[in-house]
């Protein structure tokens, strides 16, 4: 009895689930269609007419992540259903997809992960309290306390949590506060391209799309910008589906929730994910079904399109007029009284914080190139280093100070009058084009380079590095102000538009209907008044926001170029380099292929990760590794370490030497003052010499071991702190009784 009770509980949420989706759907899908038509004609129209704005003075990269993963490293996994930290193995490939496993070796044998998140709609918190509060703001019955951390009797000093209003949550854990920063980082940039909306390729799926949704939550009357806009298709449905159904599911489920606070906010969860994947199968399965049939009718609207396309022109003209003279007065008078009083205070809000984001893209390629100039007369070789700015933009560790500065966007008491549901929208986007950006200089200068090498030569590397990035950085200034401008823009008609629609719907709702009349049967669907409404209302507002942006411009604030500013395609021989494909630097001047190497084996070798993992490569792994350890933050490789002293590059005996890496933890042997008379035993096993170092011996320098040296962490012995051996072969002619010079750091030396 008690199982037909709950199959005919879980029978009724099905039912209630696919009603409200297949509702949804249905109301979606008319939407859908009627604004492919309009897109499609869009489109078509924009093809033969043609339009455009200021030339781009940089090179764009097609595809700037081929043959690239984003990071690999270890952390801590918490799992609420046993209440214990578990160490996982994570790989991000370009999809920004979050794979983990079990651990490396499972990873490395190509097994199928443990999981794969899709971060689009989700938020990085670094703080149990921020979880909490979200979590009591889904079921609002429940309050909070303090014991409803998911952390029960598990002590994490620094949680790395990934929280979404539906889908499942993933809670992870950290060792040190700098580990959770960067992690923090990658995290976050994972759910910042997730987020970054719908392709713009897509020149009639897309407009069509966002069309339908807008006008659906329209409807629902909601008019303000929409957080969780966010993820392929079928995850915005999907979204759109449980906003309406949530309230309804909670309605339905919370009452029935039993047990403590904690279990209550869990199962609510899982029943929520649960549910959330139930219609994101269904939305995918509709979606699809929709597009089909625009699809299929794609190629007989083009043809009536490009037929017409003159009379429909004209037609829509002459409604638009009509229109205009109703909607033009009030929107107007709502202009005077609501929205100019508040361009220039919103526009400068939006201009501080974005544009100090830009000026430090701007500074952390200069310094990057700086960098590279030195780096390639000191020590390594050009391709080394290019392959590491090749990838700069999408660095998040390298980026985060570039995105930090306009994380500092707030648009506190504009919000509610204008119904913004969160200045995230624009921070979001804004950090997508700072990146956009920063990817198109580096790409810029690589070809700029490649092409003075080949004509050159390496002879006076510096002085073409230099030239290289003089052209490239009057191009980003250039760029930079176009690119600036328009975000300004899209953002003033993302924040007014919405709000003069909402005020101004009410009263001219009803006097559209009567212009349909105006229309011809036969160009309905390449004409909608409510479309045209809307165009009005946009060109009403896009006089004063022009304005503003021109005038911002004239006074040279943020460093905006004047609009009469038009450097043209001034050059052309660089807008031949964009079609080239990025640049393998590794490839072109790294050396042969090793012997014995096949294809397969070369591109996998040769397969870079954006941001190095927390394991050095060449650090030899241990058999015996736990793993339950997670790496040391000290040990990753992208953050430059500090600059050796004079004494240390000149190889004088004074030098400190670096420290060791490879052990099983990747933590790093903390350097020690050097002791007056303390000497380390030697123990002569042949063929080969163990050296034992006490805790005051100076470690070994990593920058000398090579993969024939063999490092093998043992139980500390008292007095010593760390025991380690390595293992060397004996110099060819060598007694116990001559002095012996350690053959790692050369500077030790030992008698029989």
Not at 261 to 290: F, K
Not at 339 to 358: D, N, W
Not at 615 to 620: G, H, L, M, R
Request: charged share 25%; hydrophobic share 35%; with cysteine.
């Amino acid at each position: 009895k008690g199982e037909y009770s709950r199959f005919l509980k879980l029978l009724e949420l099905c039912v209630c689930v696919a009603a409200r989706t297949a509702e949804v759907m249905g109301e979606f899908g008319r939407l859908y269609e009627r604004h492919y038509s309009l897109a499609l004609f869009n489109k078509v129209r924009f093809d033969i007419e043609g339009g455009g704005g200021p030339q781009p003075q940089l090179l764009h990269r097609k595809v700037p992540l081929e043959n690239k993963s984003i990071f690999s490293g270890t952390l801590f996994q918490f799992l609420e259903e046993n209440k214990k930290l578990r160490n996982r193995f994570v790989f991000i490939p370009d999809s920004y997809n979050i794979n983990y496993y079990e651990n490396k070796s499972a990873h490395d044998r190509n097994l199928q992960p443990k999981g794969t998140i899709n971060c689009a709609g989700y938020k990085v918190l670094t703080s149990v309290d921020q979880y909490v509060d979200l979590i009591s703001s889904t079921l609002p019955g429940l309050k909070a306390k303090g014991g409803s951390s998911p952390f029960q009797k598990v002590v994490v000093p620094h949680p790395l949590i990934l929280w979404h209003p539906f889908a499942r949550h993933y809670f992870f854990a950290l060792s040190s506060e700098k580990e959770q920063q960067k992690w923090q980082a990658v995290l976050q940039d994972c759910v910042r391209h997730a987020n970054d909306g719908l392709s713009e390729d897509h020149k009639v799926q897309t407009p069509a799309f966002t069309d339908a949704v807008r006008l659906y939550r329209q409807a629902q009357g909601h008019y303000g910008t929409w957080e969780m806009m966010c993820g392929v298709p079928s995850q915005i449905l999907s979204n759109l589906v449980m906003e309406s159904l949530l309230p309804e599911l909670r309605d339905l489920i919370s009452p029935r929730l039993k047990g403590k606070l904690r279990d209550r906010q869990r199962n609510w969860m899982l029943i929520s994910d649960a549910v959330y994947s139930l219609v994101h199968g269904q939305c995918q399965d509709q979606y699809e079904a929709v597009l089909q049939r625009c699809e299929a009718a794609r190629s007989s609207l083009e043809a009536s399109i490009r037929k017409d396309m003159d009379q429909i022109i004209t037609s829509k003209e002459h409604v638009t007029n009509k229109i205009r003279a109703v909607v033009l007065p009030k929107a107007e008078k709502l202009l005077k009284v609501s929205i100019q009083p508040y361009i220039g205070s919103i526009l400068e809000a939006l201009m501080e914080p974005t544009s100090r984001g830009f000026f430090e893209v701007r500074d952390v390629f200069f310094r990057e190139l700086v960098d590279m100039s030195k780096n390639t007369i000191n020590e390594g070789t050009k391709e080394t280093h290019m392959e590491k700015i090749s990838m700069l933009a999408f660095h998040p560790v390298k980026m985060q100070s570039c995105y930090e500065k306009v994380e500092q966007l707030s648009l506190e008491g504009l919000q509610q009058r204008f119904d913004v549901c969160s200045p995230s929208v624009f921070v979001q986007r804004a950090q997508i084009l700072m990146r956009e950006q920063m990817d198109d200089a580096v790409y810029t200068f690589e070809q700029i380079l490649h092409q003075s090498l080949d004509s050159q030569g390496s002879e006076d590397l510096c002085k073409t590095i230099q030239r290289c990035q003089d052209r490239v950085i009057k191009k980003f200034d250039y760029d930079s102000s176009t690119v600036r401008k328009r975000f300004f823009r899209e953002a003033l008609l993302q924040i007014f538009i919405p709000y003069m629609l909402k005020q101004l719907s009410p009263s001219c709702a009803s006097e559209l209907p009567r212009f349909r009349e105006l229309i011809f049967e036969d160009f309905s669907r390449f004409i909608l008044v409510e479309s045209i409404f809307e165009e009005v209302v946009l060109h009403s507002v896009m006089k004063d926001i022009m304005m503003a942006v021109k005038e911002a411009a004239i006074q040279r604030k943020h460093n905006l170029y004047r609009d009469s500013i038009v450097l043209g395609n001034s050059d052309p021989s660089l807008q031949l380099l964009g079609e080239n494909p990025s640049i393998d630097w590794a490839g072109e001047y790294g050396g042969a292929a090793e012997d014995g190497e096949d294809e397969e084996s070369q591109k996998k070798r040769r397969m870079k990760q954006v941001v190095s993992m927390i394991q050095v490569e060449d650090a030899t792994v241990l058999p015996a590794e736990s793993c339950m350890e997670v790496p040391g933050v000290d040990d990753i490789q992208e953050e430059e370490e500090e600059e050796e002293d004079d004494d240390e590059a000149s190889g004088g005996p004074e030098a400190a030497p670096a420290p060791l890496v490879g052990m099983s933890n990747g933590s790093v042997v903390k350097e020690e003052p050097k002791p007056q008379e303390n000497t380390p035993e030697i123990i002569l096993i042949p063929p080969a010499v163990i050296f034992l170092s006490c805790s005051s011996a100076p470690p070994l320098n990593h920058h000398h071991h090579h993969h024939h040296h063999r490092y093998l962490k043992l139980p500390p012995l008292l007095p010593l702190r760390f025991t380690w051996f390595l293992l060397a072969p004996l110099p060819s002619q060598w007694s116990p009784d001559e002095t012996l010079q350690c053959p790692v750091t050369k500077s030790c030396k030992y008698t029989g």
